[in-house]
């Protein structure tokens, strides 16, 4: 039962604090124990003008009582005053009440301003706060005021700050990863690194690495190291390659022969490979470095070449196994930069707070990059008031439209009623006055 009627209270579709029915589908103001607590100031405020209106009313029928019995002059002063009193409440309490409700029921009009007024008013009021409060100059002009990079500057340079906003950006970082999901990840960086790679030839720029190494001598260290890993591999495996010289000659060959032969191939072989080893200026060194240069000027410029590459390019990229590597190389990162934001003493967060730091400092002292902050807060606030004026107002004029009438009329009163009696009772004060010293002025001219 409680859920049923704190919905209808949600929705507007239920009675309301007043005994009214809400309109259905308008949402309702609340109306808490603070309003409540406000109604009773309204209502002991409208008990005071009233008890202030008899007491000028009983005033005013003593006074013309008195005056019918001879009392004196005087009756007809405190009569006047008493009168214009009365006048000046009544006018004040029809203006007051005039506001929220029909006084004594009466349809008078231009009353129960606020009930039948309430949209108009809201459209009047986004109105107003978009052209005085949401207008590019207003917006600029407090911003400046504030001097928003002086004073980030001044609180970033605080250590404890920079603590609190890597903190906060390192959550929200394990957030976004957190939130992220990998396969969606893994599948936009393969397809960026394959549309990259296939719109971007690598040929020509291998190339001319290739000619830099070889002009540098850089690929002579990787000839030294193949011939060192092969002659040992040669003297290791002294057999196998027999063996497999040997079992290469014909059949018919006899088997001396076929061992002679390979023994021959095996010195051979291992003589070659140690004199390459051990002398720089080797013709067959200087062979491959012909055959490198050959090949760096072809990936550059021969037709046939470059296109070959392109298609290894392709296949490679294509290969299931490359596409397991992009996506297991996100992992590693992802993990990588999860596990650092976490870790307090991490590089990455001591690197974001000494760089917060170092921008505090610097935007505390330096007025240019003070200008620079205030230009772009400011660019970016008046570009959000300027493209979402209107979203904004109707925010507002919305906003009202939804409030039940009756019970948004309440809630008002409750905020401004017990000020407004103040005027029933100014009124009933000002009226007497007004009252004597026109009767007095009337009496001192003969009126």
Known sequence: MERVERTRTETGDGVDGTGGRAVPGRAMTSFGS????????????????????????????????AGDQGAGAWTGYVAAAAEAGM??????????????????????????????????????????????????DVVRQRLRAVGIGSRLGAWLAEPEHADRVTAELSAALRGALTVLRDSDVQAVVGEAITRRADAQEIAPGIGKMLERVVADGGHKRVVDLV??????????????????????????????????????????????????????AHPARGALDRFLNDFASDLQSDTDTRARVERLKTEVLGRGEVQDLIASAWTAVRSMIVSAAEDERSELRLRVRAS?????????????????????VEGAAVYVVTTYQ?????????????????????????????????????????GSLAGLLIYTLSRAVGV
């Open 34 to 65: 603070a309003d409540e607590e406000r109604m009773r100031g309204v209502r002991r405020m409208k008990l005071t003008a009233v008890g202030l209106l008899l007491f000028v009313a009983v005033v005013y029928v003593l006074a013309k009582w």
């Open 87 to 136: 006048v000046g409440a009544l006018a004040d309490w029809f203006a007051v009440t005039a506001l929220f409700r029909r006084p004594l029921g009466l349809p008078i009009p231009h009353t129960a301003i606020i009930p039948t007024k309430k949209d108009q008013l809201g459209v009047s009021l986004g109105e107003f706060v978009g052209e005085n409060f949401l207008s590019q």
């Open 390 to 430: 209107g979203e904004i107002t109707s925010l507002i004029t919305d906003t009202v439209a939804g409030w039940d009438a009756e019970h948004t009329t309440k809630k008002i009163e409750a905020h401004i009623g017990r000020d407004l009696q103040f005027i029933r009772i100014n009124g009933t004060v000002v």
């Open 227 to 280: 011939c060192v890993r092969a002659h040992d591999w040669l003297v290791m495996h002294e057999a196998e390659v027999m063996v497999a010289v040997a079992g290469g000659a014909p059949g018919w060959t006899p088997r001396f022969v076929d061992k002679k032969v390979g023994e021959r191939v095996y010195k051979e072989l291992l003589r070659f490979v140690t004199e390459m080893r051990d002398a720089p």
């Open 356 to 376: 917060l730091l170092s921008l505090g400092s610097r935007m505390s002292v330096d007025a240019g990059l003070q200008n620079k902050v205030d230009g772009w």
